[in-house]
């Protein structure tokens, strides 16, 4: 199986998911939805430029495949960490004397700065000088990432959010993230832990889907909006 490929996909799809969600929660900020689209597209993309130089370093200075999917795995953790947290600490910075366009700008980069430093590290994993048809390998991790940020936006904008809130959205993505930590690290054969490791990831989803369900759905947009 192409693990490479598999996680440029997840990492375009949640990518592009969490960016359309953000622009849903600045916009409910701004009151303005072609405002929030324009700003948190600049926050974006300047986030993932970040990240994305941040994973090429980390792949020129350990370019052991091991390691790198030690930071793979790492680095998913934050994310998911990060999908659930900054919308809400973004909803109560919203009424602090501190808040200015600048925070909100390094806020939402940081999101997307995380998963664009994966993306050079599945690049160096599926296409490097030790895989075997590497333009081949090369053009699946690249058509996988393109494939994958096509289809979040897609599947988040006009079918997940007809049927749930955007707090409840956010978690979803990070359920999505806790599978993606069990998947890939069920997939490194020689690691110790993995029973316990997918185990913890599966029962930490429920745990989450669970504990989102005894508070109210929309809380988040009404702290936005009520500030």
């Known amino acids: 199986m192409n693990y490479p490929a598999l996680l440029s996909f997840f990492c375009g799809f949640v990518s592009l998911s969490l960016e359309i969600l953000w622009v849903r929660l600045y916009g409910f900020t701004m009151m303005s939805t072609p405002a929030a689209f324009g700003f948190v597209l600049m926050a974006y993309l300047v986030g993932i430029a970040l990240g994305a130089r941040l994973g090429g370093k980390a792949c020129r200075e350990n370019p052991d495949s091991s390691r790198l999917w030690r930071r793979v795995i790492w680095t998913l953790l934050l994310s998911a960490v990060l999908a659930l947290v900054m919308p809400f600490v973004f909803a109560w910075g919203n ?107 599966v029962f930490m989803g429920l745990l989450l889907g669970l504990i989102s369900q005894r508070f109210d759905p929309h809380s988040l947009i009404q702290k936005v909006t009520s500030n």
Request: hydrophobic content about 55%; aromatic content about 16%.
């Open 95 to 201: 009424s602090q004397w501190w808040r200015n366009p600048l925070v909100d700008f390094v806020w939402i980069a940081l999101v997307s700065s995380v998963l664009a430093y994966i993306f050079p590290i599945a690049h160096h994993l599926g296409a490097g000088p030790s895989s075997g048809k590497q333009g081949q390998r090369f053009a699946w991790v690249y058509t996988s990432n393109v494939l994958g940020a096509a289809l979040g936006p897609l599947i988040v904008g006009y079918v997940l959010l007809n049927f749930l809130s955007l707090q409840q959205a956010f978690v979803l993505l990070t359920v999505l993230h806790l599978a993606a930590i069990g998947f890939f690290y069920c997939s490194q054969k020689n690691w110790s832990f993995r029973l316990p490791i997918v185990a913890g990831t």
